[in-house]
């Protein structure tokens, strides 16, 4: 019944993914963009689906059970920031994909300062720090389909989930895992808000399953108390990874898919509705403690809502459980893939013409599916030990944006030069954990990207002084014209402040 459930999401998904074919074109922008055509609902689908990613069935619950409440505060945290930043920057984003005619953020970057050096920087970051991202959602995609129960080998399951994944974005592009996201999304929050409830029901209500979790001492999660450098750990890395959410790759490509403004500010006011799951995560996790037979231990915690469902669910639950969940991880790969391939084939591989990006896209997001499955099997744990690194790397481009949005009078070259510094800098803090300065972070709890970036702001804000800009400012104002010595009236607020 298990398995027979798990197909049948499968089979909704590819017949979601071959639907999503109807008007679609062959332009290139139709293929990474929609065509900047997606109304609020498919944008918020999307934007959801590529953000919600295995992590929120395996990682989350698996974090609260082992490393207790500071996990979750922060998981939760910085995704609840991130939504309001989103509906005021975020239209900017778009505003400058229109303007320009981007479809990546280096695009972006790129053609608002008139700079192949700047854009080649943003593209080589984002490449470098996004590659990881596809053996994590295949390493992510084993451990469910085990955890469940699913008799699937695990080699085969990957190989599987690779080629569903190409399959789809063959077939339309962004469109494809757009649609597919409609029964991901279905299937994901059935299963989350179904666990917790019946972990919340069979330890006697809420009062009586966090008491028990409390008594028992037998994890983690049973401290709910942030304090000290736990409590800094958390503040820093909410505001630094609220600040890089809607410049991370895959979340771009939502951004510019929208068709107006006005959709992307739409779509952010109710961006949090999809945050209604997280309580019941929650409480499987804290229901785990007391309901599993036995406690799981270091990576066993990944595990925690797998077979919380297992025990709890009847088996065709379990079974539309574990096609959400290997959902998550394909749209995400999706994500991944066709990002990596816009950005190599538009941004670092010079002089492609427009109509031939396309199968350029389509032969990048090959190999990097092919690497990521080789090395999901040869060397599983190479690459996840940088994994954590995605959002330090990406989100030094921060500065970048912000400079755009306020119309900061800075040289191109030093924001490219500052991208450098934060990626260098965070790269060597997070290789070497033992050494005094990243001891010191650890100590005190700061986040290592956001420390990179503090350096990045400050080496950028430096030049101003030694390495004045002689060019004009231009900001992303909404006339569409190119201002002088400030940005309209914000970046002129901003120079007053600055």
Known sequence: MTAAFFTLVL????????????????EISDYLVGGRSFG???VFILGAGEA???????GFPGGVYAHGASYGVWFIGYILLAYPIGYFFAPYLWRAGKRYGAMTLPDVAGRHFRSRGLELTIAIASVVFLIPWGQLQLAGLQIALTGLGISIDPTVAVFAGAALALLFLMLSGVRAPAFVSYVKDTALLLGAVLIGLAAVIETGGTEKLFAAAAASGGGSASHSTVTGSSLTFVLTTIVFQSVGFFIFPIIVQAVLAAKSEATIKRVAKFNPLYMLMYPFLVAAAFGAITLLPTKLEGTESDQVLLQLSRQLLPDWLTGVVAGGAALCAIVVLCGAALGIGAIVSRNIIPGIPESRQRVWVRGVVVAYLGISLLLTLATPQLLLTL????????????????TMVFGWKLRPAALAMGVVLGDVVVLWLYLDKHGPVSAWLAEHGVNLGAAALVLNILFVVSTRVFWPPTDPVRGLRADGR??????????ARSEVGA
């Not at 919600?52 to 395996?58: A, N, P, V």
């Open 11 to 26: 089979v909704l998904a590819l017949g979601a993914g071959v639907l999503s074919r109807r008007g679609s074109k062959k």
């Open 40 to 42: 609020p609902l498919l």
């Open 52 to 58: 919600y990613s295995i992590g929120t069935l395996i």
């Open 387 to 402: 994994v954590n690194t995605a959002y330090y790397g990406v989100t030094q481009a921060a500065v970048v944006f912000a």
């Open 482 to 491: 190119t201002s002088g010595t400030a940005a309209g009236s914000v970046a």
